[in-house]
């Protein structure tokens, strides 16, 4: 199963484009690239995912490089609300196969006023 | 909010007494997880379900045991807590479908084990 790379940690001015990177290098053909992210003393919370296209909602965009190896989460315009912890994480395909999740500890994300 | 409750948020127990922790889901989602989340160790798997009766074992399921006698409830058991098990536990739920197979979380179970 594929596993994920990122920065422990990274600063961003508040109103500022937060952008995190994820290296995915070993990520399969059928694996879906997830974003989460954890509040202090929260539950993770679902913010994106895609496969290969660039996705976008409410909260965020996703960014898939063409060889699928890396992506880049951002934040349009952070707020200190977003200061949080971000997991990256690839998902195969298939019914169940949230029990293959390999969870790191992602990048404490800091939006400072 | 996805629909999963957690109960107790916060307890203190004393090592060799059994506790049970709860989650409840008004989602109706077939999958359900145990998750812990210690310093240092991203989130690991204790146990999950499948369906009613129906569970398996994760990466760290020594010591607890699990039961889903409904489809929206979904136990966790410490038969004997150790001080090993202090730790924040999180259930987790998902779906399959067409749309996606994306798993949701709980607000956590703080335990303490004195």
């Known amino acids: 199963d594929a596993k994920t790379t990122q920065p422990p940690s990274m600063d961003c001015a508040e109103g500022r484009a937060a952008n995190l990177p994820c290296n995915h290098s070993?990520?399969?053909?059928?694996?879906?690239v997830y974003w989460y992210r954890q509040i202090h003393s929260q539950g993770p919370q679902y913010i994106i995912h895609g496969l290969k296209n660039n996705e976008t909602n409410e909260m965020a965009s996703l960014i898939i490089t063409e060889d699928r190896k890396s992506s880049t989460l951002i934040l349009p315009h952070a707020t200190l609300r977003d200061t949080a912890v971000y997991y990256c994480?690839?998902?195969?395909?298939?019914?169940?196969?949230?029990?293959?999740?390999?969870w790191g500890l992602g990048t404490s994300l800091a939006v400072n006023p | 909010d996805a629909g999963i409750t957690q109960s107790p948020r916060h307890k203190v127990t004393e090592t060799g007494t059994p506790v049970t922790l709860r989650c409840h889901q008004t989602e109706n989602h077939r999958y359900m997880y145990w998750y812990r989340q210690d310093p240092g160790h991203g989130l690991r798997l204790i146990h999950y379900s499948y369906g009613v009766k129906d569970t398996d074992k994760g990466e760290v399921s020594d010591g607890y045991s699990v039961s889903r006698s409904k489809t929206e409830d979904f136990l966790l058991t410490l038969e004997s807590a150790t001080s090993s098990q202090t730790s924040v536990y999180f259930c987790?739920?998902?779906?399959?479908?067409?749309?996606?197979?994306?798993?949701?979380f709980g607000e956590g179970s703080w335990l303490t084990v004195v």
């Open positions: 994480i690839v998902r195969p395909a298939g019914a169940g196969n949230n029990r293959k999740l390999i």
């Open positions: 987790a739920i998902s779906e399959s479908t067409n749309s996606g197979n994306t798993i949701y």
């Open positions: 070993t990520i399969s053909g059928n694996e879906y």
